[in-house]
């Protein structure tokens, strides 16, 4: 079982940044971030696999997020820069078997963390 702790949401303005972190209390082969708007899907947005530090994004966050992680402390970082109200939604990490893009192929899901960026 792996235990995962997302943290760093808040509320932003309109191009401005936030960093999100997801502690996991074991690491897996992947970990993924995914968000949540109001009445819509789990979406994509970044994922790193473990060992090599190799990364996939959506292409709504393509050069404005970054995913990284600390093997030292078993957390996953989502530096976020230049926000819109758009990305606006709970943020999810999730650690799995592969990089998925799918939020239900992952194992393991964290608690959330709400990121709201005003226009």
């Known amino acids: 079982q792996v235990q995962l702790v997302e943290s760093g949401g808040g509320l932003v303005q309109t191009g401005g940044s936030l960093r999100l972190s997801c502690r996991a209390s074991?690491?897996?082969?992947?970990m993924g971030w995914f968000r949540q708007a109001p009445g819509k899907e789990h979406e994509f947005v970044a994922t790193?696999?473990?060992?090599?530090?190799?990364?996939s994004y959506a292409d709504a966050v393509k050069g404005r997020f970054t995913i990284s992680r600390d093997t030292a402390k078993n957390t996953v970082y989502l530096q976020m820069n230049r926000l819109k109200p758009e990305d606006t939604g709970i943020y999810y990490c999730?650690?799995?078997?592969?990089?998925?893009?799918?939020?239900?192929?992952?194992?393991?899901r964290g608690q959330g963390t709400q990121v709201t960026v005003s226009s």
């Open positions: 790193i696999r473990w060992h090599d530090g190799s990364t």
């Open positions: 074991s690491s897996r082969y992947a």
């Open positions: 999730a650690a799995g078997s592969s990089r998925y893009t799918k939020w239900d192929l992952y194992s393991y």
